[in-house]
């Protein structure tokens, strides 16, 4: 079975500072994965996604992630965070042709000034 | 495009009573779904749908009943209520497109926060 782990409950980090969330996954075969982000009271959007080729991957907002196949891992990554960043992080997972997404528990990200 | 919305937007019921949710899409989606969100828990599949007509049920779906009589509406229903189905609900949709993979995304509605007590 497919399944996402978000090892950070919750992160903070100063304004301007560089940002890294953590996602390992577990997954027999090549697995599509995500980035979405959840800003208070909001819905899900989504920050970038990953199924093949280059293993750096760029999204909106400034936000980048890398596949790693050795580490099991899709961490996210931004080098300087605005204080709209601060929101909740899911990472999710997915195989091909199955368009069911397992979700990871999210990580909160608080911005200080 | 409104892309997909939910109705409604907040809602208090009382153990025992009953209430459908509603999820609307305008994308002209195949697959819709629906998840609860609970603290610590990130988003749990309570049941999809892959077609008109068509349901399945995904990770937490005791308690709850879904139709998918309409290709854009995907409606989810509470029988009878439990303090335990306090939650946000979020409803998602995606395109079906097996020869690109890479356009795949689910969207999101704006949830329904239900608080039963």
């Known amino acids: 079975a497919q399944s996402v782990t978000q090892p950070d409950i919750h992160i903070t980090v100063s304004e301007g500072a560089s940002l890294e969330l953590r996602c390992n996954y577990s997954?027999?075969?090549?697995?599509?994965l995500f980035w979405y982000v959840q800003s208070p009271g909001q819905g899900l959007q989504l920050l970038l996604k990953?199924?093949?080729?280059?293993?750096l991957v760029q999204g909106i907002k400034g936000f980048e992630a890398e596949f790693k196949r050795s580490q099991s891992s899709f961490n996210l990554r931004k080098p300087s965070v605005h204080w709209s960043d601060a929101a909740e992080y899911f990472c999710a997972v997915g195989p091909f042709g199955n368009e069911k997404l397992t979700f990871g528990t999210g990580t909160r990200l608080t911005i200080i000034p | 495009n409104a892309g997909v919305t939910q109705t409604p937007k907040f809602r208090v019921l009382k153990t025992g009573q009953s209430m459908t949710l509603l999820c609307a899409q305008d994308?002209?989606?195949?697959?819709m779904y629906w998840y609860r969100q609970d603290p610590g828990m990130g988003l749990r599949l309570i049941h999809y749908s892959v077609g008109e007509g068509t349901t399945a049920k995904g990770e937490v779906p005791d308690g709850y009943n879904v139709s998918r009589l309409k290709k854009q509406n995907f409606l989810l229903g509470l029988e009878s209520a439990a303090p335990s189905q306090t939650s946000v609900y979020f409803c998602a949709s995606s395109r079906r497109d097996r020869g690109n993979p890479l356009s795949y995304e689910q969207y999101f509605g704006p949830g329904t926060r239900l608080t039963v007590t």
């Open positions: 994308m002209n989606h195949e697959y």
């Open positions: 990953y199924f093949s080729g280059d293993t």
């Open positions: 997954y027999g075969a090549t697995p599509y």
